[in-house]
């Protein structure tokens, strides 16, 4: 019979299980991501527009697209996809940093739910 030291220190020598990859048919744009990242990636896009969950999402069920506020944000998240890979195509996010890449929707919502205005010329 093991001892519960042997048993703990069996569990302490066994490496760690990679965190889970967000595969379900109803995350449509935030792909390939760890479970961690995937909700890192949701609070930063909350803390961007200065919004709750229930912005975008139907409260109790993320996954409906009954709100037309989620529409939106997909297509704004095609939009900031397609700038950086078009225009930073080699960014490597650091530790930490979004992985949507260098344009984020910080980048021009700034905290508001409204992209915040250019400066005038």
């Known amino acids: 019979m093991k001892s519960i030291a042997s048993i703990m220190l069996a569990a302490l020598l066994q490496p760690p299980s990679p965190p889970a990859i967000v595969d379900t048919p109803t995350v449509k744009m935030l792909t390939g991501l760890t479970v961690p990242e995937f909700e890192a990636e949701m609070q930063r896009m909350t803390q961007a ?48 940093a979004s992985r949507l890449g260098r344009v984020t929707c910080f980048t021009c919502h700034q905290g508001e739910l409204h992209p915040k205005a250019p400066p005038p010329l």
């Not at 297509?75 to 225009?87: C, D, G, P």
């Open 49 to 96: 527009l200065g919004a709750s969950c229930g912005t975008c999402h139907v409260r109790g069920s993320f996954a409906s697209d009954a709100n037309p506020r989620k529409a939106v944000a997909l297509r704004m998240l095609e939009m900031t996809k397609a700038i950086n890979r078009q225009f930073f195509p080699d960014y490597k996010a650091e530790e930490g």
